[in-house]
């Protein structure tokens, strides 16, 4: 049965970093498109970062220069590293992929206090 697990979340105070990690099974992730979503109270659920099968990567604006998005296809995970945290990055992030289907994980908390 296909997954995603996400672990790494947590309290961190703003100017901090967190890394957010992503294990995937049951999906052929090599040929994934994988990507971190948040969702805060609220609002909208948004895209944060996408990883590209090809290698490319894309990041919302707003964290741009701030977080980087990884993949290991050997280890079949996906990270988030987010550096200078800030408390509008509060939220729940969510690991997602498509590959033959659109597939989510239950996400994890990312609260920054300021």
């Known amino acids: 049965q296909a997954q995603l697990v996400e672990s790494g979340g947590g309290l961190v105070q703003a100017g901090g970093s967190l890394r957010l990690s992503c294990a995937a099974s049951?999906?052929?992730?090599?040929?994934?498109?994988m990507g971190w979503y948040r969702q805060a109270p609220g609002k909208a659920r948004e895209m944060v970062a996408i990883?590209?099968?090809?290698?490319?990567?894309y990041y919302v604006d707003s964290v741009e220069g701030r977080f980087t998005i990884t993949r290991d296809n050997a280890e079949s995970t996906v990270n988030l590293q987010m550096n200078n945290l800030q408390p509008e990055d509060t939220a729940t992030y969510l690991c997602?992929?498509?590959?033959?289907?659109?597939?989510w994980g239950q996400g994890t908390q990312v609260t920054v206090s300021s």
């Open positions: 997602w992929s498509h590959e033959r289907e659109e597939l």
């Open positions: 049951g999906i052929n992730f090599s040929r994934a498109t």
């Open positions: 990883s590209s099968s090809a290698g490319g990567a």
